[in-house]
């Protein structure tokens, strides 16, 4: 069974029907992994704190409302480039000799 959170004020919560944000995390029970799919239109910071808090859950796991605790050990998998580095900001301003 999929179970999808969605990352709303900093925090995934439990989502019923359709998700309202671009950000999103699927617990998928019979695959065990947690996939965290991230836009290609979100920030960096976005996308950072969205991953350490889909890392928290794959440590501890997310308390339900109706199911108790699930994705605990589970295999975390990123879907989505979003909040890559501006072009400016990979390459150096100096040369390097």
Not at 7 to 32: A, H, N, W
Not at 40 to 55: D, K, V
Not at 58 to 72: L, M, P
């Amino acid at each position: 069974m999929k179970h999808t959170l969605e990352y709303r004020d900093s925090q995934f919560s439990e989502c019923s029907g359709t998700p309202t944000t671009p950000i999103t995390l699927t617990v998928d029970e019979s695959m065990k992994k947690l996939i965290l799919a991230i836009p290609g239109g979100a920030s960096m910071i976005e996308r950072r704190a969205a991953e350490r808090n889909a890392r928290g859950i794959e440590k501890v796991g997310f308390q339900t409302n109706s199911k108790g605790r699930i994705g605990r050990g589970y295999e975390l998998v990123i879907e989505g480039h979003g909040g890559g580095l501006p072009d400016r900001l990979r390459h150096s301003p100096r040369e390097v000799y």
